[in-house]
């Protein structure tokens, strides 16, 4: 897929997540700013090395709510916070790059700390715009972002398509890699990979197990539904190198 068609595609998502009768999840303004950056232009071709890239979704810094809301293992927002900076710098090197797929924070919620945070991370930091980060509440431009984009296209054995919201229409030898569902099961078993937090343990993916896991999948090797992504990626890992 083309980085226009794939363009051409989530505005079609956006458009239909705005189709009446929108559910009660769908922020309509938030999905309307995301419609009209997918205007601005083509999403970004990325060809970083899959090994020194690294991919999670969905962080809700701050967000006490999320603690309940998504079954988070954790007793304060401050603690899930801790949890995924600590994950991020035992993993990430300062010259790997790591990708969130959005929602970096929500309601407001961003503080002085988590930018300081976030800038001391390693890594070269890049942004799929997800739906909270276009609410200007969220000040996402504050923090040290390298490269933004509404979408990434990876070309690979197979290729990826990296998006905050999932995917209706995904080809038939990719796979749609996306967060935004947090908890929830991707559209497909075989066409999605959904590395919200949740799915993750908390903590970054390498993007060369998730390629292997992708690979795997499009194969309709048996990998077994209904595990966390994390799993899936530890079961391809052990017995499917």
Same mark, same amino acid.
């Given at each position: 897929?083309?980085?226009?068609?794939? &363009? @051409?595609?989530?505005?079609?998502?956006?458009? &239909?997540?705005?189709?009446?009768?929108?559910?009660? @999840?769908?922020?309509?303004?938030?999905?309307?700013?995301?419609?009209?950056?997918?205007?601005? *232009?083509?999403?970004?071709?990325?060809?970083?090395?899959?090994?020194?890239?690294? $991919?999670?979704?969905?962080?809700?810094? #701050?967000?006490?709510?999320? $603690? #309940?809301?998504? *079954?988070?293992?954790?007793?304060?927002?401050?603690?899930?916070?801790?949890?995924? /900076?600590?994950?991020?710098?035992?993993?990430?090197?300062?010259?790997?790059?790591?990708?969130?797929? *959005?929602?970096?924070?929500?309601? #407001?919620?961003?503080?002085?700390?988590?930018?300081?945070?976030?800038?001391?991370?390693?890594?070269?930091?890049?942004?799929?715009? #997800? %739906?909270?980060?276009?609410? !200007?509440?969220? &000040?996402?431009?504050?923090?040290?972002?390298?490269? /933004?984009?509404?979408?990434?296209?990876?070309?690979?054995?197979?290729?990826? +398509?990296?998006?905050?919201?999932?995917?209706?229409?995904? !080809?038939?030898?990719?796979?749609?890699?996306?967060?935004?569902?947090?908890?929830?099961? @991707?559209?497909?078993?075989?066409?999605?990979? %959904?590395? @919200?937090?949740?799915?993750?343990?908390?903590?970054?993916?390498?993007?060369?197990?998730?390629?292997?896991?992708? &690979?795997?999948?499009?194969?309709?090797?048996?990998?077994?539904? *209904?595990?966390?992504?994390?799993?899936? +990626?530890?079961?391809?890992?052990?017995?499917?190198?």
């Amino acid at each position: 897929m083309t980085a226009t068609r794939l &363009r @051409s595609v989530y505005i079609e998502e956006l458009n &239909r997540a705005l189709r009446p009768p929108v559910h009660k @999840s769908v922020n309509a303004a938030q999905m309307r700013a995301m419609l009209h950056r997918a205007h601005d *232009g083509d999403p970004i071709l990325y060809e970083e090395p899959d090994e020194k890239t690294w $991919i999670w979704s969905d962080l809700h810094l #701050g967000h006490k709510t999320s $603690i #309940g809301a998504f *079954g988070r293992p954790f007793h304060t927002a401050q603690a899930a916070d801790k949890a995924m /900076q600590r994950a991020w710098v035992e993993r990430v090197a300062e010259d790997d790059t790591i990708v969130c797929l *959005g929602d970096i924070t929500v309601d #407001g919620c961003l503080q002085p700390h988590h930018m300081l945070r976030w800038q001391q991370a390693p890594g070269r930091k890049v942004l799929v715009l #997800g %739906n909270h980060d276009v609410d !200007p509440i969220n &000040r996402v431009e504050h923090l040290d972002i390298q490269q /933004q984009a509404l979408a990434l296209v990876a070309p690979g054995d197979p290729p990826l +398509l990296l998006t905050h919201v999932p995917l209706i229409e995904v !080809p038939f030898d990719t796979v749609n890699v996306h967060g935004h569902i947090h908890e929830k099961r @991707s559209p497909t078993p075989n066409h999605h990979i %959904n590395v @919200s937090v949740e799915q993750l343990d908390y903590a970054p993916a390498n993007l060369k197990d998730v390629r292997r896991l992708a &690979r795997r999948l499009l194969e309709r090797r048996k990998v077994p539904a *209904g595990k966390r992504t994390r799993r899936q +990626l530890d079961i391809v890992n052990a017995t499917m190198p």
